[in-house]
């Protein structure tokens, strides 16, 4: 279920980079909670002149709360012990969601003596509290490390989903840097013969001369019955004077070198119905991802109480 709800945040995410983007924060989701004196500075987010998020600093270039705005809004809070980040919590509007209903997940972490994160207690409800699931509002994520580096995960207090394959794996160069991403999960479903590809993808980053991150692009993705990318095929990155992120390019193509489709063959006439329309809509851009281009462009400034203190809203 866990997944599945990844999946469709996901989904939503994409559509709110198409056409029919309105700005929005549900009503239930708090505003800004830091005092005013932890604040230093903030960075706001523009995509081709659309204000889609803001996120405050502490005075040590920490993030303490993050707005994001759209047809799906939310916000993270964060709390420091040191420089471990111990408390979390996530508010999340669906565009699909009635107005003032926000999915809360309150995160506390431990670490252990190398400040390595070894354990995940998720507490979720609802705003407002009437709206809570009693049945999905306690788990714990247990992690460990392998000598060679590898980390191991344990839920509990949740059903896994059941599932064939699930590799998540982060590779990295000698410097530290992300080098490759590379995702695989698949669900089995009522007919064994077809198990359900959620994920599977892999993602490659280069660096600049100076070692900050230039490009991302995807060599391979499997777009699935829905063709849904899992992001742009490439994002190059550009830094200001100050050596900060300034720019984004944000490029989605309908190029197939990089992309597998579904294979059709043995699947139900209904289902083949589905992966047509699905794929027509792809190559047509119906949902403003095939062949687009998107800037993103940050902003920066140092808070300041009486400009700041009220959260600045996008406006439409």
Same mark, same amino acid.
């Given at each position: 279920?866990?997944?599945?709800?990844?999946?469709?945040?996901?989904?939503?995410?994409?559509?709110?980079?198409?056409?029919?983007?309105?700005?929005?924060?549900?009503?239930?989701?708090?505003?800004?909670?830091?005092?005013?004196?932890?604040?230093?500075?903030?960075?706001?987010?523009?995509?081709?002149?659309?204000?889609?998020?803001?996120?405050?600093?502490?005075?040590?270039?920490?993030?303490?709360?993050?707005?994001?705005?759209?047809?799906?809004?939310?916000?993270?809070?964060?709390?420091?012990?040191?420089?471990?980040?111990?408390?979390?919590? +996530?508010?999340?509007?669906?565009?699909?969601?009635?107005?003032?209903?926000?999915?809360?997940?309150?995160?506390?972490?431990?670490?252990?003596?190398?400040?390595?994160?070894? =354990?995940?207690?998720?507490?979720?409800?609802?705003?407002?509290?009437?709206?809570?699931?009693?049945?999905?509002?306690?788990?714990?994520?247990?992690?460990? +490390?392998?000598?060679?580096?590898?980390?191991?995960?344990?839920?509990?207090?949740?059903?896994?989903?059941?599932?064939?394959?699930?590799?998540?794996?982060?590779?990295?160069?000698?410097?530290?840097?992300?080098?490759?991403?590379?995702?695989?999960?698949?669900?089995?479903?009522?007919?064994?013969?077809?198990?359900?590809?959620?994920?599977?993808?892999?993602?490659?980053?280069?660096?600049?001369?100076?070692?900050?991150?230039? =490009?991302?692009?995807?060599? +391979?993705? +499997?777009?699935?019955?829905?063709?849904?990318?899992?992001?742009?095929?490439?994002?190059?990155?550009?830094?200001?004077?100050?050596?900060?992120?300034?720019?984004?390019?944000?490029?989605?193509?309908?190029?197939?070198?990089?992309?597998?489709?579904?294979?059709?063959?043995?699947?139900?006439?209904?289902?083949?119905?589905?992966?047509?329309?699905?794929?027509?809509?792809?190559?047509?851009?119906?949902?403003?991802?095939?062949?687009?281009?998107?800037?993103?462009?940050?902003?920066?400034?140092?808070?300041?109480?009486?400009?700041?203190?009220?959260?600045?809203?996008?406006?439409?």
């Amino acid at each position: 279920m866990e997944r599945l709800l990844l999946l469709i945040i996901a989904i939503f995410a994409l559509y709110a980079c198409g056409p029919f983007e309105m700005d929005f924060l549900d009503e239930n989701i708090p505003r800004l909670q830091t005092p005013v004196d932890q604040i230093g500075s903030l960075r706001t987010k523009w995509r081709d002149g659309r204000h889609i998020e803001t996120v405050f600093y502490d005075h040590r270039g920490r993030v303490i709360e993050k707005f994001s705005f759209g047809r799906s809004s939310s916000k993270e809070l964060h709390d420091y012990e040191g420089d471990l980040q111990k408390r979390s919590i +996530y508010y999340y509007h669906s565009d699909s969601s009635e107005p003032g209903y926000v999915s809360v997940d309150t995160v506390s972490r431990d670490f252990d003596a190398n400040g390595r994160l070894i =354990l995940e207690t998720h507490i979720q409800g609802a705003l407002p509290k009437s709206k809570s699931d009693p049945s999905r509002q306690f788990y714990k994520r247990h992690l460990t +490390y392998t000598a060679k580096g590898d980390t191991l995960e344990r839920l509990e207090g949740i059903e896994p989903n059941p599932q064939l394959a699930d590799i998540d794996r982060w590779d990295r160069d000698k410097k530290n840097r992300l080098k490759r991403h590379y995702q695989l999960y698949v669900m089995s479903s009522p007919d064994s013969a077809h198990p359900d590809t959620i994920h599977h993808f892999s993602q490659r980053f280069a660096y600049d001369s100076d070692g900050r991150l230039e =490009l991302a692009w995807f060599n +391979y993705m +499997y777009l699935g019955k829905f063709y849904i990318v899992p992001g742009p095929d490439s994002v190059w990155y550009r830094y200001n004077s100050q050596n900060q992120l300034s720019e984004e390019e944000h490029i989605y193509t309908t190029d197939m070198r990089n992309k597998r489709e579904i294979d059709i063959i043995n699947l139900s006439r209904q289902d083949r119905e589905t992966v047509s329309h699905y794929r027509n809509s792809f190559f047509t851009n119906a949902y403003g991802q095939g062949n687009a281009r998107y800037m993103i462009r940050y902003k920066y400034e140092k808070f300041d109480p009486s400009k700041h203190a009220k959260l600045i809203m996008p406006s439409s």
